[in-house]
């Protein structure tokens, strides 16, 4: 922008000059910040979709040999049902599992994340605490058991998981493998 140092230097003509040069400015200024703000909501668009993409990876991962994993630890699971939704609208209680594999006897609930937290952990806890309220108004009697995923697990994180009594599901050289909580799985 031109600087104006002393006004009664120039004369009229030249202060307008300035003045339509300076909105000028203004006008290309705003033009290219309309510009940068479109760039970053199509980069956020853009890794977003990529996000998404890395997520169903690590899904398909852990859902890959869960059915057969459990069945050596003595869980006959007949089916997994990937993104299973629940909820009871009278209790006005509505979730999500990422991996819901159930039989007669028990149901285990998997929430996979990228790189698990122990928020995610956590929140796991409470969804499997609203889930058994809306199968004890349904009057399921399964025993529902729980198991977090991930493609990233820190340590903490996996012996946090492990003291709530769930099993973790982690990434192990080329396969993918369980980890037992010590003791009896927490039951909800």
Not at 29 to 42: A, P
């Amino acid at each position: 922008m031109s600087a104006i140092h002393n006004p009664a230097m120039y004369t009229f003509e030249q202060l307008m000059a300035s003045i339509r040069e300076s909105r000028e400015e203004i006008r290309e200024m705003r033009e290219q910040m309309r510009e940068m703000r479109e760039q970053t909501k199509e980069n956020e668009r853009r890794y977003g979709r990529l996000s998404d993409r890395i997520g169903q990876l690590v899904q398909a991962m852990v859902q890959g040999g869960i059915i057969r994993m459990f069945r050596d630890l003595g869980y006959k699971f007949a089916v997994c049902n990937p993104n299973y939704n629940f909820g009871n609208e009278e209790l006005d209680i509505y979730g999500e599992v990422d991996l819901f594999l159930e039989n007669g006897e028990f149901a285990l609930l998997v929430e996979v994340k990228t790189n698990l937290s122990v928020d995610d952990v956590k929140e796991h806890q409470e969804r499997l605490e609203k889930f058994r309220l809306v199968a004890d108004v349904r009057n399921d009697k399964r025993r529902f058991i729980a198991a977090v995923g991930g493609g990233v697990i820190q340590k903490n994180v996996r012996d946090f998981a492990l003291k709530q009594g769930m099993f973790v599901v982690q990434q192990s050289g080329d396969n993918v493998e369980i980890l037992v909580p010590e003791g009896k799985p927490m039951v909800w």
